[in-house]
């Protein structure tokens, strides 16, 4: 059983530009929702995919976007990039009927 | 809004001491809480949880304990060791909302030998 994989691990963008961040969600999960953790802070929702459908956002701007794939595995885009917006990007996937998110290494983003 | 508020934000203990994290949460709809070990470079690890139908629940040296009525939870670790060094998060969510967690904002253990 493989877990949560992110890719890549690390991303240095310039401000104004945009990114794409990836997940592959663990075996025959089908819920995944993406995180953003600023140093020393917890984890900020960001939103939620079940079954290719957005079903819950955090208070993100719209400029934060998302999909996910009919194999479960989902994108994080965030367009017009901000310093502040370097953080690090965690995916956690569940399936039905589990309370218990599997969480990925994360994606460390870098604004400059 | 919903809130989750975390103690210590550090807790330095002597190798084999027990170590005590305290959160309390702001939704008294929240029924779910989990906790999370994340260690430098890696991504939050899920090492207990409770529901809130339940007071109490134990794994070997973890245990984490539930007061609705307070809106309290703790996360209880004895005869720590080392390699328990990290930093622990707190969360809660609703069911019903599928899975939305809001996370305290972390204790960093260290567990000196």
């Known amino acids: 059983e493989t877990g949560v994989t992110q890719s890549p691990t690390h991303l240095i963008k310039t401000r104004g530009q945009q990114v794409t961040l990836r997940c592959s969600s663990q075996s025959g999960h089908n819920t995944v929702s993406w995180y953003q953790q600023a140093l020393g802070q917890g984890p900020q929702f960001i939103f939620q995919?079940?079954?290719?459908?957005?079903?819950g956002r955090g208070n993100f701007p719209p400029r934060f976007s998302g999909l996910q794939f009919p194999n479960y595995s989902s994108e994080l885009n965030v367009n017009a990039l901000e310093l502040d917006d370097s953080a690090l990007y965690l995916c956690a996937s569940t399936s039905d009927g589990s309370y218990g998110y599997t969480f990925g290494s994360g994606t460390r983003l870098t604004v400059v | 809004g919903e809130n989750v508020e975390q103690h210590p934000s550090t807790l330095s203990v002597q190798e084999g001491d027990s170590a005590v994290i305290k959160c309390t949460y702001s939704?008294?709809?929240?029924?779910?809480f989990p906790w999370y070990k994340q260690e430098l470079g890696k991504g939050p690890q899920l090492i207990i949880d409770?529901?809130?139908?339940?007071g109490e629940k134990k794994d070997q040296r973890i245990a984490v304990t539930l007061n609705k009525t307070a809106k309290h939870f703790s996360l209880h670790i004895t005869e720590t060791q080392p390699e328990d060094s990290a930093v622990y998060f707190c969360?809660?969510?609703?069911?019903?909302?599928?899975?939305?967690?809001?996370f305290g904002q972390g204790t960093e253990l260290s567990v000196k030998p």
């Open positions: 995919y079940y079954r290719e459908e957005e079903n």
């Open positions: 409770i529901r809130s139908n339940v």
């Open positions: 969360a809660a969510s609703k069911a019903n909302q599928g899975g939305k967690l809001i």
């Open positions: 939704d008294s709809a929240s029924n779910y």
